[in-house]
């Protein structure tokens, strides 16, 4: 199957992401690298790669993971999402009456897919007829004929006349009013020639068709970014069909056609058979390429694993009295799936150690405070991380300024660190507590 090498290499690109242990800029650049190779290997645009890798590497490296996602998913679905960008919108075509007008350069498949067409549109309950307007080629009438015998539709053609234009209007007269779906076959181009340009102009001025699709062979490479963005200058291409995906050629020059002339891809062709006719969906095909079934399982597992680690090691960093303020950052979301101050002040036996007096307000709202401390955590130095109690009246100030939050702010963080700190010490000298705080800190997120 074409593409079977990209979508092996982006695969393993994935997986690589998928089971790092941190992902930083190191392994987003190696990515990128990996992904900018697999891409030119498979024929793709290298002005569409740059554009590309670019944007991953960028969005890689600014967005931050929305919640519920960690680092390594988030990545992996940038990349997903940028590929299926490069393949436009998806769309599908209107299952109504309309005149279709196949383009395409010689022996990409324009004949056979007029014959699929038909298939996909008799399926759906329209009446298909097909119009031999490819006059050059002598065989090309017996094809057609053949292909609307096999696919049992209605034929019109004429093997004694020279003009294309003269046949498609009598066919069109012929099946105006005994059937839907009108498709008009033409004859293919070595290159764009004048004449053909102009005899290709013509049949679209007497026909008006409502679908121009141009066919494009998956194995065509570089030039098909040219050869399509010529057709869109003269008939403006509704639509492309990619055929023959079923052969072993890169395919990647074909993909970047679509993308070049911003024409979506509405079917690809996987056989010489009527039947080997998909429509294209950007997302589900990019899904497939990337595997991103077996990538979500392997994710799943990664997780798991790394959680119950830094669990194990947090907890007992906690427990014997050293917990930082980088634990309060890095076990917010644990810290929040405990809930309130109020909740983990119930879970501690004898009630709040120190009998510190929690105010109801301060306890409900703690939640929402979270974010707030992350954005002032940002503003502190890693001494001050470290060790909190260095944070006073000046040091205070400057890091309510860089956060842009008040000088309260940043005591109230102070403050929340002081009473969870306590707590978390409190849990140590009970085993019930101890195994509570453990399930907490791998099931929290
Ligand atoms: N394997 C495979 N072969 C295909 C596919 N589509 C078309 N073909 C084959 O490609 C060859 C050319 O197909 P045609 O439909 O005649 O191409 P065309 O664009 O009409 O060619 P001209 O009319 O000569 O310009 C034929 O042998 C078809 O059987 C496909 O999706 N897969
Ligand atoms: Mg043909």
Excluded at 154 to 175: C, M, Q
Aim: glycine letters at 8%.
């Amino acid at each position: 199957m074409v593409l079977d090498d990209l979508g092996d290499s982006l695969r393993g690109t994935l997986k690589k992401i998928a089971n790092a242990v941190h992902v930083d800029s190191k392994l987003i650049k190696e990515v990128v690298r990996d992904i900018q190779r697999a891409l030119l290997q498979a024929d793709v645009n290298v002005k569409l790669v740059l554009e590309l890798t670019k944007k991953i590497e960028k969005r890689a490296l600014q967005e931050k993971p929305p919640a519920g996602m960690s680092n390594r998913e988030h990545v992996i679905h940038i990349v997903y999402d940028e590929l299926v960008n490069i393949l436009g919108d998806s769309r599908e075509l209107p299952i109504k009456k309309q005149i279709i007008m196949m383009v395409g350069l010689y022996g990409q498949g324009k004949t056979t897919t007029c014959g699929k067409l038909a298939t996909f549109f008799k399926k759906k309950g329209l009446r298909p007829v097909l119009i031999a307007g490819d006059v050059h080629r002598p065989a090309a009438y017996e094809q057609l004929k053949q292909i609307s015998e096999q696919v049992k539709v209605p034929f019109y053609g004429d093997k004694s006349e020279k003009d294309a234009v003269k046949v498609v209007k009598e066919g069109l007269n012929k099946f105006k009013r005994v059937s839907d779906v009108i498709i008009v076959d033409t004859s293919g181009r070595h290159k764009l020639e004048n004449d053909l340009i102009s005899e290709m102009k013509d049949i679209f001025k007497a026909t008006k068709p409502d679908e121009k699709l141009l066919v494009i062979d998956a194995a065509t490479g570089q030039q098909a970014g040219p050869q399509a963005k010529a057709f869109n200058d003269a008939v403006k291409i509704s639509g492309i069909v990619l055929t023959k995906l079923d052969g072993t050629a890169k395919g990647g020059g074909a993909l970047s056609a679509a993308s070049e002339v911003g024409a979506p891809i509405v079917f690809i062709g996987t056989g010489e058979h009527s039947g080997d006719f998909e429509k294209f969906e950007p997302a589900g095909f990019i899904s497939r390429l990337l595997g991103m079934g077996d990538i979500k399982s392997l994710l799943e597992k990664a997780e798991e694993s790394l959680k119950g680690k830094d669990a194990e090691k947090t907890a007992r960093r906690i427990m014997s009295g050293k917990f930082t303020l980088h634990d309060m950052y890095d076990q917010m979301d644990m810290l929040s799936g405990m809930g309130s101050l109020r909740k983990i002040a119930e879970m501690l036996p004898g009630g709040f150690p120190g009998k510190a007096k929690v105010k109801q307000e301060d306890m409900d709202s703690t939640e929402n405070k979270l974010q707030k401390f992350r954005v002032i955590m940002d503003s502190m130095t890693n001494e001050e991380m470290n060790d909190p109690t260095m944070v006073r009246s000046s040091r205070i100030k400057r890091i309510a300024r860089g956060s842009g939050v008040e000088n309260r702010d940043v005591k109230e963080l102070i403050k929340y660190y002081n009473m969870t700190k306590r707590m978390m010490k409190g849990f140590s000298g009970n085993r019930k507590m101890r195994k509570n705080l453990m399930k907490q800190l791998q099931f929290g997120k």
